[in-house]
Every structure is written in structure tokens, then in C-alpha cells.
């Protein structure tokens, strides 16, 4: 009867450090989502123009607080020993784990999309949008897109012919290029990381590869640290799963007069 009474109290601890990680992930998330919603800093800022992007924000707070409100409940269950809470919490977790199990399928065996990799065409059209609109007036947008093309030495979402619709290069009688797109290899003296350059040729002396690419290449390099974070998720909601299932299982009746009144 001790030991098994130790064990419960073993599984109820080990329960709510579970679902502390859990709570930590989810604002982890939540955060994350606020981030990218309110930041106006950083190269987020170059997609933040398009509604979809903001509605991606709205999405990833929401995907966020479901965590948390999942280990609450968790938590409120392991410590008062509520077996329907932990039922809950099970089922919910089962479902989450089925889930990614079947999205986990369809990128897999969906061959002729690589979800993973492959350059979404909506953000294309914002980044062409943002550099078509591009004046070198070193706007918060303007400043975030070349510390993009500086630090990944890349020029245009494609390629260097996205910069063909800009209005300023268009209008000026001189061969001007972004100076952001300048690859250093090619030049020689001091040069700027912003606005407008001048071209001494039609050949503008820039990076040859696409910002697509290079976001592709980082992605491919990071492959293994984003399965990573994925199998750690999974396990953590195994291991939820299992403690609260043997939890469940031993604990014999309801007691509800252990949850605080408030």
C-alpha cells in the first residue's frame, strides 16, 4: 500500500514537472507570435505588410495558448488527483500526437510539393511589393531588407531581376543598383549597406544568388536541429500520455473536495 501510494505521488510530481516544460513551451510560442506581431526591428518587418503574415501571428499565439491551457488542466489534475482532468488531458494529447503523425505523412509522401523547402509564392509577391516600393530613405522596412541582404549576401527574392520594378531605378538617368545587393569580392574601398549605389557599368556588381536560396540553405543546414525540437516535442507528450494514464489508473475515486474553492 506505500509503495503504491509513493508511486502516485512519484507519477503526480513527475506529472506537473512535465507540464511545467509543456506550460514553457507554449509561452515560448506565444511569445514568438507577439514577437514577430509587434517587432519593427528586424528583417520580420519586410513581411509584415501582408495581412496573411498577420494572421500567421494571430494563428501562432492561439497554437501557443493551447499548450498552456492543456497543462493547466494537467497540472490541476495530477495534483488533486481529478481522473475526468486526466482523461482529458490524455485524449487531448493523443489527438495532438495523431496529428502531427498525419501532417508529418502528408509532407512526407506529398512528393511533387517539398512543403518543407519549398518558397512560398505568397511572400514572394510581398517582397516584390516591398522592393518595388524601395526609396533608400532608410525606413524601418527598408532597413530590415538590406540587413537581409547584407548578412545572407544575397540580392532580390529570386534573383537580382526583382529589383527591375523599382521605381527610383527606373526614374533615374543613372545605373543605380542597392547598395545591400553590392557583393564586397567585386568592389574595392569603402561601401555603403544602404540606399542606392551607382553602377559604373549595366552590370551591377551583386550577389548572383536569390534571398529564397539562401533562406533555403539555412533551412537545409538546420534540418537537424528543427527534427530535433520535433522528437524532443514528441517524447514529452509520450511521456505525458503514459503518467497520466498510470495516474488515472490508480487513482480509484473522485475527490473534488481537494480543489480549492475560490
Not at 574595392?188 to 552590370?203: H, I, M, Q, R, V
Not at 516535442?233 to 505525458?240: A, D, N, Q, R, S
Request: with cysteine; net charge negative; charged share 15%.
Amino acid at each position: 500500500m506505500t509503495m503504491g501510494i509513493g508511486c502516485i505521488t512519484v507519477s503526480k510530481y513527475f506529472l506537473f514537472l512535465f507540464n511545467l516544460i509543456f506550460f514553457l513551451f507554449g509561452a515560448v510560442i506565444v511569445g514568438f507570435g507577439f514577437w514577430i506581431l509587434l517587432d519593427s526591428q528586424t528583417f520580420i518587418v519586410a513581411l509584415k505588410n501582408s495581412t496573411d503574415v498577420e494572421l500567421a501571428c494571430y494563428i501562432l499565439i492561439g497554437v501557443g495558448a493551447f499548450p498552456i491551457l492543456i497543462s493547466f488542466l494537467g497540472c490541476l489534475g495530477a495534483i488533486y488527483e481529478i481522473r475526468s482532468l486526466l482523461s482529458l488531458y490524455f485524449s487531448v494529447l493523443l489527438l495532438i500526437l495523431i496529428t502531427q503523425f498525419a501532417a508529418g505523412a502528408l509532407i512526407y509522401f506529398q512528393k511533387d510539393v517539398p512543403a518543407v523547402f519549398q518558397v512560398n509564392e505568397q511572400i514572394s509577391k510581398v517582397i516584390t511589393k516591398v522592393l518595388d516600393k524601395y526609396s533608400g530613405n532608410n525606413s524601418t522596412t527598408e532597413q530590415a531588407w538590406d540587413f537581409i541582404q547584407t548578412n545572407m549576401e544575397c540580392c532580390g527574392w529570386i534573383d537580382r531581376r526583382d529589383w527591375s520594378g523599382n521605381m527610383v531605378i527606373v526614374n533615374s538617368s543613372q545605373l543605380l543598383f542597392p547598395c545591400s545587393c553590392q557583393n564586397i569580392s567585386l568592389i574595392s574601398g569603402n561601401f555603403s549597406d544602404s540606399g542606392f549605389c551607382e553602377a559604373k557599368t549595366p552590370d551591377w556588381p551583386v550577389y548572383d544568388v536569390g534571398c529564397a536560396a539562401s533562406v533555403e540553405r539555412w533551412l537545409l543546414t538546420n534540418t537537424g536541429v528543427v527534427l530535433g525540437i520535433c522528437l524532443g516535442v514528441t517524447l514529452i507528450e509520450l511521456l505525458g500520455m503514459i503518467l497520466s494514464i498510470c495516474l488515472c489508473r490508480n487513482v480509484h475515486m473522485e475527490d473534488y473536495t481537494k480543489v480549492p474553492k475560490y
